[in-house]
């Protein structure tokens, strides 16, 4: 039993020492080396690394999908205002001639057909024309589209009717564009929605730049391996894998650089944009942003804006040709420029139509009919496209006022003015071609003189026309706003309204002394104007005195009535700059910019009554919403009689006095009025006048204040005869108001005669105001008043 005792305790020690060494052997309990410590270590870190990077790409990708979100739901263009001049209005008996209304037509892009079956199309027959007019939304409601006879009389609408015969009483062609406000980055364009793009251009934007762009995810993984083997094989960069999503993005959102960076975030945003906008809203995001050329400083983007800019026609009126012109552009706008290589475009343009017809976009008859188009390209500027800045300098300043400068150059405003593109367009016709002749005739300096013209309606102060330089699409200094210079015998008509507003001191027939004066002037200095001849002619009428613009007699005038009322007769008839008051001013001794000259001649042109200058009419929302109009104003400045006598003055001045120069370019029966202007030493050249209908200022110097070495008869005036004749205008006929009447006197004494007199006129007085002597003047027939009456009796 002890035996057995001790065994099994034996057996059990041994169980135990039998069981440790088999515990320290178990996998739990065993210590790793140090090559497995360091695998475990890099496993965990790289797991972690790659958990970050997801995480980060994961926040960058949205912030990506943020970014694209962000400017394509929102607001992703500035688009530009668009600036409209006025409509062409047509009714019977408008003095319109057919040379002026096929340069309209062409301005608006209209079509020369056998028929004009469509918009904007023409046809003439001697002088009868058929239009097809385009439907157009003015400020005042739509105009429909129109289909028109028109017949002329020489350079008069005899005729106009409809469809069917029926006589019209009044068509508005549309409104020519005339510019844009863009914003200071110089990019504008014409947005189009998907369905204005018209489908041959759709197929021909995808034949060239993206056959699989309804397939692919915005990435087509093919093209860029097809373009890699290409510039592989070619040794160079010929041909590119970017899908037109991907132009997008990089247009839209990057920057120029070519970095690798650069093309995966092209890659990854272009991806984000196909999975969450439709095909059909990035094509059309697509050609509104495509730059497809550079007016000057003003970038050309879209198709839309594009179509204008090469053809003056809407996108939606492009043939086949056109369309595939433009496609062309896409690859190198300057390369292919159709007006500076117009053989290279051509073979781009042939070449788009031939992917065309491969791509099954266009038929084989088609290709051949299109590929025998000429380009068709319009000349630079006939869009009307920033066509005339010193224009829109002043609408812009004019819509400063009332808008902020993003809203102007950012929202679609449509803004309506009253610029007359006839009317624009030869009056810088006329300024430029004047100049040179006036330097060539007077062997002064080429290229150095410089002008300016303002022409505004007479009626309304409506501004149809700012030339602001020789050089008319110079957006450089504008003189016809910013050329404040000395107006010379311009004011004199201001002074002599003075006195004609005072009937019982002054009428025409009364006498002023043209003598010489001298004055003294603070600080001791002395004042001794002279007349032009350096002559003086003693005793004249006011009608002589400002007929002939004697210095001594105005100043001899004025200094009567008195600077402080010549003062404050300016400020009176519009003009708001201030005015020194020093007997200076009675020759001219301030400067103003020639469209203030234009405020002036307005108001005598208008009988009195002031409308301040004005080029705008209306300001439209985008979708045609009224913001703001900008009405006629009217207010009477100076009693109309006073006013009548003084226009039948300066008629007077035209007819027999310095503007009778006029009779070169005008005929007599016209009667128009107007006055002419020279400074000191001929620096400035000056001329005012008016017909029946407009108020046309003109100014010619040189930018150096140096001497022009013209008076206002030997420049400015043959400028503005040689615009108005081009205005084919009408006789200034005064209508006299009922303060006025109508009587012969003799020219020389100024006194009661009969209209038989040799030297007997009939003139304008106030009433209450006519001389009541009668003069002793010879008739025709060599008797007396007196025998002539006896006669008559016996």
């Known amino acids: 039993m002890v035996r057995a005792s001790k065994g099994s305790k034996t057996a059990r020690t041994a169980g135990r020492q039998t069981s440790r060494p088999a515990s320290k052997r178990s996998p739990a309990k065993r210590k790793n080396g140090p090559g497995e410590r360091v695998g475990y270590r890099w496993s965990t870190r790289l797991l972690a690394l790659a958990f970050l990077f997801v995480l980060v790409l994961g926040v960058y990708l949205l912030y990506l999908d943020n970014l694209v979100r962000m400017k394509f739901d929102g607001k992703r263009w500035a688009v530009p205002a668009r600036v409209y001049g006025r409509p062409l209005e047509l009714y019977a008996g408008a003095s319109i001639s057919p040379e002026q209304l096929v340069a309209e037509l062409d301005r608006l892009g209209y079509r020369k057909v056998r028929h004009p079956d469509a918009q904007a199309t023409w046809s003439r027959n001697n002088s009868r024309f058929l239009i097809r007019t385009r439907p157009f939304q003015f400020w005042d409601g739509t105009e429909p589209e129109h289909y028109l006879d028109l017949r002329f009389e020489g350079d008069r609408l005899a005729r106009l009717s409809g469809t069917g015969g029926a006589p019209l009483a009044l068509v508005r062609l549309d409104a020519p564009e005339v510019g844009s406000l863009y914003p200071a980055h110089n990019e504008d364009r014409v947005l189009l929605s998907r369905e204005q793009l018209p489908e041959s251009l759709v197929k021909g934007v995808l034949a060239v730049e993206d056959r699989s762009f309804y397939s692919h995810h915005g990435v087509d993984p093919k093209a860029i391996l097809r373009a890699v083997w290409a510039n592989l094989r070619a040794g160079g960069v010929v041909q590119g894998g970017s899908t037109l999503t991907q132009q997008l993005i990089k247009n839209l959102y ?31 995001a697509y050609a509104n942003e495509i730059y497809l050329g550079q007016d000057g400083n003003r970038a050309i983007h879209g198709f839309g804006l594009a179509s204008r800019f090469y053809f003056n026609r809407p996108l939606e009126e492009l043939d086949l040709p056109r369309l595939a012109l433009l496609v062309g552009l896409i690859r190198g706008p300057s390369l292919y420029d159709p007006r500076r290589h117009p053989e290279r475009a051509q073979q781009r343009r042939d070449l788009v139509l031939q992917l065309m017809q491969q791509e099954g976009a266009i038929s084989e008859q088609q290709l051949q009919q299109a590929v025998k188009a000429p380009l068709g390209v319009g000349k630079p500027g006939s869009g009307g496209e920033a066509r005339y800045p010193t224009l829109l300098a002043l609408v812009w300043r004019q819509l400063q006022s009332d808008y902020r400068e993003e809203d102007l150059t950012s929202e679609g405003l449509r803004i309506f003015t009253t610029l007359d593109p006839w009317i624009q367009e030869q009056s810088e016709k006329a300024l430029s071609s004047r100049l040179a002749l006036l330097e060539k005739r007077n062997r002064l300096p080429s290229g150095k003189l410089e002008g300016a013209v303002v022409v505004v309606a007479a009626g309304s102060g409506e501004v149809l026309a700012v030339v602001g330089g020789r050089d008319p699409g110079y957006a450089g200094f504008n003189r016809a706003l910013d050329a404040v210079r000395p107006i010379g015998s311009l004011i004199k008509p201001v002074v002599y309204l003075g006195a004609l507003m005072q009937p019982r001191r002054y009428t025409l027939t009364s006498r002023i002394e043209d003598k010489p004066v001298t004055m003294r002037l603070a600080g001791g200095k002395r004042w001794t104007p002279q007349n032009y001849d350096h002559k003086s002619h003693g005793s004249v009428t006011l009608l002589q005195s400002l007929s002939h613009s004697y210095n001594l007699a105005t100043v001899n005038l004025g200094m009567e009535l008195g600077v402080a009322r010549v003062a404050g007769l300016l400020e009176d008839i519009g003009i708001t700059r201030q005015v020194e008051q020093v007997p200076a001013l009675l020759l001219g001794a301030l400067s103003l910019s020639p469209l203030e000259v234009a405020q002036i001649y307005q108001t005598f042109a208008a009988g009195g009554f002031h409308s301040p200058l004005r080029a705008i009419r209306e300001v439209q929302s985008k979708g045609g919403s009224v913001l703001q109009r900008y009405p006629l104003t009217v207010r009477q400045a100076v009693d109309q009689g006073p006013v009548y006598l003084l226009n039948r003055n300066l008629q007077e001045v035209v007819s027999s006095g310095t503007a009778r120069g006029l009779s070169a370019f005008l005929p007599a029966y016209l009667n128009l009025a107007g006055k002419t202007g020279t400074t000191d030493e001929l620096r400035d050249s ?14 010619i110097g040189r ?15 043959q400028v503005w005869g040689d615009l108005m004749r081009r205005f084919n205008p009408d006789p200034l006929n005064l209508p006299a108001p009922t303060s006025v009447e109508q009587i012969w006197v003799d020219a020389e004494s100024g006194l009661l005669a009969d209209e038989h007199c040799t030297n007997a006129v009939l003139l304008p007085y106030l009433r209450g105001s006519a001389p009541v002597t009668r003069s002793s003047c010879i008739n025709e027939t060599g008797q007396g008043i007196g025998n002539f009456f006896r006669g008559l009796f016996e």
């Open 703 to 717: 930018d150096d204040n140096s001497p022009a070495g013209l008076s206002g008869a030997q420049g400015a005036m």
């Open 254 to 284: 990057l920057s120029r650089k070519r970095t690798l960076w650069r093309k995966v975030n092209e890659a990854a945003m272009a991806l984000l944009l196909d999975a969450r906008y439709g095909k059909d809203e990035i094509l059309t």
């Open 686 to 699: 000056w001329f005012a006048g008016f017909d029946n209908d407009r108020v046309a200022v003109v100014w």
